[in-house]
């Protein structure tokens, strides 16, 4: 059976007990029906994962124990941020799991001409919060130890003002080209428009600042297929992917 994994905030070290937040106590205790002296491992995003032990399981507290350190990453070597135009409902939360699984380092919400989202103030807020849950939950699902940045959502021209990253690709069915081979970079701004896709200014704009034409073959994908097949397969040309 799957040891099952656990995100904290808390500090973690060997030989301590702790209590765990609220939301994981929830799971534990009535999603999973775990008992005390089954087995977890617990990670806080500050590098490696912990073997762990359940102590007590209450309605509203359990209590672990913490045991050994084990130095396991399974981060690729391309550090990939998306910058991702916000889509409307469970879409986005979707998209955000499986580029997590993917390998993701970071996400970026973007608003664009003809993004039809609106968030501001705190309803901005409570959405990056939510979305931060979701990549929690793949990276105990997938066996991820470092959590993926999921910042607030901002304008086009302000991303592709401010994102560095070794190379630069826009996503666009227009696209005349392809990405070429060439030596790997260690980082990539990866740029996908919305359902209705960029505009011919955005486009320009865009690739006026450095970021190369993609294209994926000659169908149109929709917003939440294309970027996962842009990750998948720059994970395996330059990442943790490779075919064969």
């Not at 702790?18 to 994981?24: D, G, K, R, Y």
């Not at 260690?186 to 993609?214: C, F, K, N």
Request: with cysteine; proline share 6%.
């Amino acid at each position: 059976m799957r040891v099952p994994r656990i995100y904290t905030h808390q500090v973690l070290s060997p030989q301590t007990q702790l209590e765990l937040e609220s939301a994981p106590t929830q799971h534990i205790a009535r999603a999973m029906r775990m008992r005390a002296g089954d087995a977890l491992t617990l990670f806080n995003g500050r590098g490696g994962e912990y073997a762990a032990t359940i102590d007590t399981v209450g309605k509203k507290t359990v209590l672990v124990t913490v045991g050994e350190h084990h130095d396991t990453e399974k981060e690729s070597p391309l550090a990939i941020h998306l910058g991702i135009a916000v889509s409307r409902g469970e879409r986005m939360d979707w998209l955000i799991q499986k580029a997590v699984e993917l390998g993701v380092c970071s996400i970026s919400p973007l608003f664009t001409q003809r993004t039809e989202v609106k968030l501001k103030g705190d309803r901005a807020d409570k959405k990056v919060r939510h979305w931060q849950l979701i990549a929690i939950a793949a990276c105990e699902q997938c066996g991820r130890n470092q959590l993926p940045a999921i910042n607030p959502p901002q304008n086009l021209s302000a991303w592709v003002e401010t994102t560095q990253a070794d190379r630069k690709l826009v996503l666009h069915h227009r696209a005349t080209i392809e990405a070429e081979a060439q030596q790997a970079p260690a980082s990539i701004a990866l740029l996908i428009g919305p359902e209705g896709g960029l505009s011919p200014l955005e486009i320009s704009t865009t690739e006026s600042v450095g970021y190369g034409a993609l294209r994926l073959g000659p169908r149109i994908m929709r917003t939440e297929t294309a970027p996962l097949a842009a990750i998948a397969i720059l994970q395996a040309r330059w990442g943790d992917m490779p075919l064969g």
